[in-house]
């Protein structure tokens, strides 16, 4: 299943067309469709990276893709709130703030 779009993507695609060509091609078209873990687990992690980085600008399309991969609202919140302990109350504070622009959209 090819990438949906992202505005991000459409964006910087005339500054970093390689970059993009690599996010659609390998990251996108390999990595995201290899059979041992589920597009759901990989929402997961990737939100949890992004959240653990501090990465609020790519949380907000990856908390989409989650919603999208069949994580429940309450599951990321849960996610946000145990990444906390670990990452930092700032990161999950931010997390929290971006997720709540997402949810708020998704209704």
Known sequence: MP???SSARDQVRPVVPGLIDLSERVLYGDVWERPALSK????????????????ERQLTGHLQRALANGLSKSELGEAITHLAFYAGWPAAMTAALVAKDVFEQQE
């Open 40 to 55: 759901r687990d990989r929402s997961l992690i990737t939100c949890a990276a992004l959240i653990a980085l501090g990465r």
């Open 3 to 5: 990438p949906v779009p």
